[in-house]
């Protein structure tokens, strides 16, 4: 079964390919004989393995007959042989090879008659191969072995068994699923695998990274997490499957192709009927089928379910396990369900309903309730899908939940179907109330949270529903969740405004109001609302999240504000009483503030990340991956890029991103990866991540704003767009209700990086009133992070330090003693990227001086380093433009002593030594795709990687082999290559 092996590429499969061709031609010794059958289902990709390793074995100098059997009972003896031979002599141009050839075809022409005629004609065959071979290994490669005549089969026996003094190897290609009973085949390749130069490669399909692989380079790109899973689950890995599946994803195609489908109602179709009732029923259950629930559902005696298992097995649409029967191909069972009537398909549900409701052995809710919904009565499967809910309630499996109460609340409106008998089941009493309180609860702890507050709403308006205050409670924190954070402020200050709210209400809407201030920055107001929550929380029984939620509020108030040791103090016990409640909210959010304030404020950045992942695990464990988990994995993003550790926290944002983030958590997570794409100088992905971002916080979430305005500045530099980085600036100082003085000495900096940048390139004119309004916003963070704890005056004052740079750059040519004070203050604190950028700006203001030319090319060089080092590319880029314009060699070596020109000469002279041994295995292929003429982005997809990575590499490449452009750098591999 082939697909169009000329657009799809070959997958997973070198290893294979490369051992083929070890144990058919590098392992064979002059005379001798090798043989290999590949085995596998229909589809796994035999065909196209024979193609290739056919290729492969004729480039290595062997000659290579191809030949196919034919699914006909009247075949001509020996036709795969006569088909490979006939297309040898199509395309031969050697007069004497041709002539073998055509003598031997002359062969299978003449009868020859008597009872030795076929030995005689088995010898006369061999002698004209071995004529045909010229002295050359002959490969005989054979498709579709299974159908192979008895003739064919008496020749292999001849050949393999050494009997025709030939150097003969044998590559054939079997379907395995046709290979059942009494087939011929089967006794042959007993007899064959007694011989040691005979194997047997049963081929597997492709594994995650190989179905991936595959299905990115049919559709164009790689596909999204949600439909690579899809892809993974549905295809088994089996590469045509693959082929199809991602073609009808390309272009648009809904629902199964026509070709899938007959492909897998022949091969369930071929099954006798008992297998083919077995594949029907595990179709149609929940997998892992056991094997005491399948001899319940299909009825059959034990020996005759084990031989109808068998037979599935044995034809590929089963595999078995000692957990039970699962589908080798979910598509299966999407094909199967459109051929069983309604009746039938109920009646099988049923059955599997009736058979787990009547174990002994504990009942699997979840099962449960999924089969007796399809089996038409929603009364049966309630109580089932409610219990299953609670159940996983309990593992902290939210999204299990969530799925579980919402099929809970579908089944609660959905009519009895008549029985069998013709009557109908009792309706089942539910309180709709409980469910969508549930419901709603569920969604948000698993990330659902549009969701969530959709369901709150319908809470509302149930008579049986929540007190006011404590839906004003939820929805507050639904939306704080959402990014939401204004509309939330609004909601808590209602409840403490209501004099109807209970004494537990408001200590509940005090504490996450503190949290929430928190977030935002309002950290003096954090600081009072947090010690009123705990005021209240003292007046009420059983607040100990409350209590949780108001200490961490407090003790990152105090140490940002005040006593960083007694904050953190109150912060560390506050974890300490979360993990002793054990409520998963509570333990998270201790983790989420204890991390922030350590990798932020506190600049503790080590202690940070590792305090981060360690939460994220932890609240992993409690079932809260898709929301804290991902926010406690950005805080250490955020925390590895500060510390120059860029590609291990491109690992840890890729990580959290698989569990498809939504709302606030998104948000952040967005925010840490574009800061990364800004410092790699990744335009488009920053570009994509900041307008993801602006597109949640338009519901008004205030608590991201400055955070993305700063990026959104940042970027806009790096692209020349001065006038918009202005813009994002102040749109920043004007919306900021933050006391944050870390975040505001950043946005300054920003502003008066883009006002000297703007000035210098002339592109736009420096705007008076904005670098005033920034002076004064500099003035204010200074007076600020005076009265702040020390580690938050010790980071404000770093930025301060560029701050007053910047400005100098505005007054006239840029102080580099300022400058050289900034690179200090970073070098301090441990963040790299800060620190090589003031020293570009030093090196630069030297320069333009005309002083102590020196020291700036050492200060460039470091620099430079630096970025690198980081993959920060348009750091590098301008780096490397100063240096050039300064005559300054980036390269130690090269600066203390340049190679003397080469001679000119009529050829180009061969280098002496191998100029890309300075150059990594990637880096090779990287400069040997720009070599071909390829884009960035064409050698991403020819290799699978970004294009912000090939971007790195190549900036990497450049630096190493000392050019400037591609074809210089394409001239090097050439010149190297050739030798």
Not at 513 to 521: D, I, K, P, Q, Y
Not at 630 to 658: C, D, H, M, P, S
Request: charged residues 25%.
């Amino acid at each position: 079964m082939a697909s169009d092996v000329d657009t799809a590429p070959l997958v997973g499969r070198a290893d294979t390919v490369g051992a083929l061709r070890s144990a058919l031609l590098d392992d064979v010794a002059p005379g001798q004989t090798a043989a290999v059958f590949l085995t596998g289902e229909s589809g796994v990709g035999k065909t196209r393995l024979l193609s290739e390793v056919g290729e492969r074995l004729r480039d290595a100098g062997a000659l290579v007959l191809t030949g196919v059997c034919l699914d006909i009972g009247d075949a001509s003896p020996l036709h795969p042989l006569r088909q490979a031979l006939r297309r040898l002599d199509a395309d031969l141009t050697e007069a004497r090879t041709s002539s073998a050839v055509r003598g031997l075809l002359q062969v299978f022409d003449e009868e020859t008659p008597g009872p030795d005629g076929a030995g005689a004609l088995l010898e006369r065959v061999s002698r004209g191969l071995h004529l045909v071979a010229g002295g050359r290994p002959l490969v005989l490669v054979l498709d579709d072995l299974q159908w192979v005549d008895r003739s064919t089969r008496q020749l292999l026996l001849y050949l393999l068994a050494g009997l025709g003094d030939l150097q003969l190897s044998v590559l054939a290609a079997i379907r395995a699923e046709s290979l059942q009973g009494a087939h011929p085949l089967r006794r042959v390749l007993t007899e064959l695998r007694r011989l040691r130069s005979v194997r047997v490669v049963d081929l597997a399909p492709l594994d995650r990274a190989g179905t991936d692989e595959l299905a990115a380079a049919i559709a164009g790109a790689p596909l999204a997490p949600e439909a690579a899973d899809q892809m993974w689950q549905r295809s088994g890995g089996n590469p045509f499957v693959v082929e199809e599946l991602a073609r009808d994803l390309r272009d648009g195609h809904d629902g199964l192709s026509d070709t899938l489908r007959e492909v897998f109602l022949a091969r369930v179709d071929a099954l006798p009927q008992p297998a083919h009732a077995v594949v029907h029923a595990v179709a149609a259950g929940v997998e892992p089928v056991e094997h005491w629930l399948l001899a319940q559902v299909v009825r059959l005696p034990e020996d005759q379910l084990i031989e109808a298992v068998r037979e599935a097995v044995a034809h590929r649409l089963l595999v078995g396990a000692d957990d039970g029967y699962r589908l080798r191909h979910r598509l299966v069972a999407e094909v199967l369900a459109h051929e069983l009537l309604p009746a039938e398909r109920a009646a099988l549900h049923r059955r599997y309903a009736e058979t787990l409701t009547s174990a002994t052995a504990e009942l699997h809710q979840a099962r449960l309730a999924h089969h007796w919904r399809l089996a038409g009565e929603p009364a049966r499967a309630l109580p089932a899908a409610m219990a299953a809910a609670r159940e996983a309630e309990r593992l902290h499996g939210y999204a299990e939940a969530h799925r579980h109460w919402s099929a809970a609340l579908s089944l609660a409106t959905t009519p009895p179907a008549v029985l069998p008998d013709g009557g109908r089941p009792e309706p089942v009493e539910v309180d709709r109330a409980e469910l969508l309180t549930h419901a709603a609860e569920s969604a948000h702890h698993c990330g659902e949270h549009a969701r969530a507050l959709a369901l709150l709403e319908e809470l509302a308006a149930e008579p049986a529903g929540p007190p006011t205050c404590a839906l004003h409670i939820r929805r507050a924190r639904y939306l704080a969740a959402a990014g939401r954070s204004a509309p939330a402020e609004a909601e808590y200050r209602r409840v403490l405004a209501t004099a109807d709210c209970t004494p537990r209400e408001r200590a509940t809407a005090a504490a996450h109001l503190a949290e929430l201030l928190l977030h935002l920055g309002r950290y003096a107001e954090a600081g009072d609302q947090a010690r009123e929550a705990l005021r209240l929380a003292a007046e009420v029984e059983g607040t100990a999240s409350e209590v949780v939620l108001a200490s961490s509020a407090l003790g990152f108030s105090e140490a940002y504000l005040e006593d960083p040791d007694a904050g953190l103090a109150v912060m560390r016990r506050a974890l300490d009483t979360a993990e002793r409640s054990g409520r998963p909210e509570d333990v998270a959010c201790a983790y989420l503030h204890l991390a922030e304030l350590l990798t932020g404020p506190l600049n503790i950045l080590e202690e940070g990340v590792v305090v981060a992942r360690r939460g994220a695990e932890r609240v992993a464990e409690l079932g809260l991956g898709r929301t804290w988990e991902t926010r406690l994995l950005a805080i250490a993003t955020n925390g590895l890029f500060r510390v120059g550790q860029w590609a291990e926290a491109e690992k840890v944002v890729a990580a959290a991103l698989r569990h498809r983030p939504s709302g606030a958590d998104a948000v952040e997570l967005l925010l840490a990866r574009c800061r990364l794409s800004v410092g790699y100088g990744d335009v488009e992905a920053s570009d994509r991540d900041l307008e993801a971002v602006a597109t949640v916080l338009a519901g008004g979430g205030a608590r991201h704003v400055l955070p993305m305005l700063i990026l959104r500045a940042g970027l806009a530099m790096w692209q020349g767009r001065h006038d918009l980085a202005r813009q994002a600036v102040q749109r920043g100082l004007t919306e900021s209700r933050s006391d944050d003085v870390i975040v505001l000495a950043t946005l300054a900096w920003h502003g008066l990086r883009a006002e000297a940048e703007a000035s210098a390139s002339r592109t736009v004119e420096v705007d008076p009133n904005a670098v005033r309004r920034l002076r004064e916003v500099v003035d204010r963070v200074a007076g600020k992070s005076g009265k702040a704890g020390a580690p938050v005056r010790y980071v404000a004052d770093a930025f301060l330090a560029l701050c007053a740079a910047e400005l100098s750059r505005l007054d006239g040519r840029g102080d580099p003693e300022l400058w050289a004070r900034a690179a200090t203050e970073w070098d301090r604190r441990n963040h790299p990227y800060p620190a090589a950028y003031s020293r570009l700006r030093q090196a630069e203001a030297l320069l333009a001086r005309r002083s102590r030319v020196a020291t700036a090319g050492k200060l460039l060089r470091q620099a430079h380093q630096t970025a690198q080092a980081l993959g920060a590319v348009p750091l590098s880029e301008e780096i490397r433009t100063l240096a050039g314009r300064a005559r300054v060699a980036l390269d130690e070596g090269t600066a203390a002593a340049r190679p003397a020109p080469r001679p000119r000469a009529a050829e180009p002279a061969a280098p002496t030594v191998d100029e890309l041994v300075v150059l990594t295995a990637r880096e090779r292929e990287v400069l040997a795709a720009v070599a071909e003429g390829l884009t960035n982005r064409e050698i991403g997809q020819r290799l699978f990687i970004s294009e912000r990575t090939i971007g790195v590499h190549v900036s990497h490449i450049f630096d190493k082999l000392q050019v400037r452009t591609r074809v210089q750098a394409s001239a090097i591999f050439l010149r190297n290559r050739a030798e």
